[in-house]
C-alpha cells in the first residue's frame, strides 16, 4: 500500500502544496476511504479464487475483456517507470551522485531480487524500504513546520475552492495517483503469491485499511512539504533537482532518500503487477518461487518492461511536473474499465462462492468507484475548458 506513494505520488503532492496550500490535504484524507475499499476488493479476488485480475477475468469472460483490463495498463505504466526511474537519478543527483550510476543500480537491483528471490524475500525488503520512506516524509514536514492551525481550519475544512479549474485538474492527480491501476493487479497477485488462505479476509482488510490510512497521511505530510517549495511551470529532473537542492543540506538529504526509497520501492510493485497482468491474460505461468529457466517469457517480460523507461528516465527532458500530472489523471480513465470488472468479479457467487460481497459492500464499493470516477473525470475535464 506505501508504493501508492512513489515519486509521481510526491511530485503531485508537492505540486498541490506549493499551487494551493494547505486546500488538497482534505481530498487526500478523504481518498482513505475509496483506496481502502478499492484495493480490499483486488486483494479478496486473490485470496477467495487464487487468480489475479487478468486471470479472473480471462476464466470468466475471455481474453479479450482480460486484455481490455491489463494490456491499456501495462502500456501506460511505461511513464509510470519512467517517473520512477527519473525520481531515482534526480534522488541520486542530489546527494553528488551521477543519476546514470544511480539509475544503473536501481534497474540491476531491481531485476536481481525479483528473479532471484521469492516473494518472502522481497516483501521484507520492501518493508524494510517502506520504513526509510515514513521516515524521510515525516523528516520532510518536520522540516517544513507546517502551521497546525491552518491544517486543522484551512486543510482540513471540507469547503475548498472546488469551481477552480487548477484545483480540479490537482484533485484528479492525485486521485490518480492515490488509486493506481498497477496497484490493484499488484494486490491481488500478492495475494496469490503468498497463498493467503480465507481465513485470513478479515485480517487483510483491517491491513488494508491501515495501509491506506498511513499512505494518505504521508501523501496529506507531502503536500505540506510542497509548500516550501516554488514548483516552477515547466521543470526538467535537473530543475527538480536544482530545486530541492534550494531547502538546504538537511532537507536535500531528506528529499533524496525519499526520492530514492519511493521511487525503488514503486519501482518493484508496477513491474511486478504489470508483468503479472500481462501474464495472466496471456495465461504464463509467473511464480517468482520458479527458476529463470522454468518461466523464461515472464521473467523476460519483466526485464524488458523497464530498460527502455531505465533509458529515458536518463534522456527525458521538458516539463516532467506536467507529464506526471497528467500521467495521474490518464490514470483514473484507465482505472474504469478495471474497477468494473473487479466490482463485477466481486459480486458474483460463480466467482467469490460464499465471500462474494455483501449487499452493503456492493453498495460501498461502487459509491468509492462512482465519486473516484467522477472526481478523476471533473479534472480532466478542466483540461479542455
Same mark, same amino acid.
Given at each position: ?9 510526491? =511530485? ?25 475499499? $478499492?484495493?480490499?476488493? /483486488? ?25 481490455? !483490463? ?16 527519473? @525520481?531515482?537519478?534526480? @534522488? ?6 551521477? +543519476? ?5 543500480? !536501481? ?7 525479483? $528473479? ?13 524500504? &517502506?520504513?526509510?520512506?515514513?521516515? #524521510?516524509?515525516? !523528516? !520532510?514536514?518536520?522540516?517544513? &513546520?507546517?502551521? *497546525?492551525?491552518?491544517? *486543522? ?18 484533485? #484528479? ?14 494486490? #491481488? ?43 516552477? /511551470? ?7 533537482? /536544482?530545486?530541492? #537542492?534550494?531547502?538546504? +543540506?538537511?532537507? &536535500?538529504?531528506?528529499? /533524496? ?10 519501482? =518493484? ?12 491474460? *496471456? ?24 530498460? +527502455? ?25 484507465? *482505472? ?50
Amino acid at each position: 500500500m506505501i508504493a501508492d506513494v512513489d515519486v509521481a505520488s510526491i =511530485i503531485t503532492g508537492l505540486q498541490s502544496g506549493s499551487s494551493f496550500g494547505y486546500r488538497l490535504v482534505f481530498i487526500e484524507l478523504i481518498l482513505i476511504a475509496p483506496l481502502a475499499t $478499492i484495493q480490499y476488493a /483486488s486483494g479478496a479476488l486473490g485470496i477467495v479464487t487464487g487468480h489475479g485480475i487478468g486471470e479472473a477475468v480471462r476464466l470468466h469472460w475471455g481474453k479479450k475483456y482480460s486484455s481490455v !483490463a491489463a494490456l491499456p495498463m501495462a502500456t501506460i505504466d511505461f511513464m509510470t517507470y519512467v517517473a520512477e526511474y527519473a @525520481g531515482i537519478g534526480i @534522488g541520486f543527483a542530489l546527494i553528488g551522485i551521477s +543519476p546514470v550510476i544511480g539509475i544503473f543500480i !536501481a534497474f540491476v537491483l531491481h531485476n536481481v531480487m525479483v $528473479i532471484t528471490g521469492g516473494y518472502r524475500h522481497i516483501e521484507s525488503i520492501l518493508l524494510l524500504i &517502506t520504513v526509510v520512506l515514513i521516515l #524521510a516524509i515525516i !523528516a !520532510a514536514v518536520l522540516f517544513s &513546520t507546517p502551521n *497546525l492551525t491552518s491544517i *486543522l481550519f484551512i486543510g482540513m475544512n471540507p469547503l475548498q475552492p472546488y469551481g477552480n479549474r487548477d484545483y480540479q485538474y490537482l484533485m #484528479a492527480a492525485n486521485i490518480g495517483a492515490v488509486i493506481m491501476p498497477w496497484m490493484l493487479f499488484y494486490q #491481488a497477485g500478492a495475494a496469490v503469491e503468498k497463498k493467503i488462505q480465507k481465513t485470513s479476509l478479515r485480517f487483510h482488510r483491517n491491513e488494508t485499511l491501515l495501509g491506506a490510512v498511513v499512505s494518505e497521511i504521508l501523501m496529506a505530510a507531502i503536500v505540506l512539504a510542497g509548500m516550501k517549495i516554488n514548483m516552477a /511551470s515547466i521543470l526538467t529532473p535537473g530543475d527538480l533537482a /536544482s530545486l530541492l #537542492a534550494a531547502l538546504g +543540506p538537511a532537507g &536535500t538529504y531528506i528529499m /533524496s532518500v525519499g526520492l530514492i526509497s519511493a521511487g525503488f520501492l514503486a519501482l =518493484i510493485v508496477a513491474s511486478l503487477g504489470s508483468a503479472w497482468g500481462v501474464a495472466e491474460v *496471456l495465461n504464463w505461468s509467473r511464480r517468482l518461487d520458479s527458476k529463470f529457466s522454468e518461466q523464461k517469457k515472464f521473467y523476460t517480460l519483466f526485464i524488458m518492461e523497464s530498460f +527502455p523507461a531505465a533509458i529515458t528516465g536518463l534522456l527525458i527532458t521538458g516539463n516532467l511536473v506536467s507529464a506526471i500530472l497528467n500521467l495521474m489523471v490518464v490514470y483514473v480513465v484507465v *482505472l474504469l474499465p478495471i474497477g468494473v470488472m473487479l466490482g463485477l468479479l466481486v459480486s458474483d457467487v460463480r466467482v467469490m462462492g460464499a465471500e462474494k460481497f455483501s449487499l452493503s459492500s456492493k453498495i460501498l464499493y461502487w459509491a468509492m468507484l462512482v465519486a473516484v470516477e467522477a472526481g478523476g473525470f471533473v479534472g480532466l475535464l478542466s483540461i479542455f475548458q
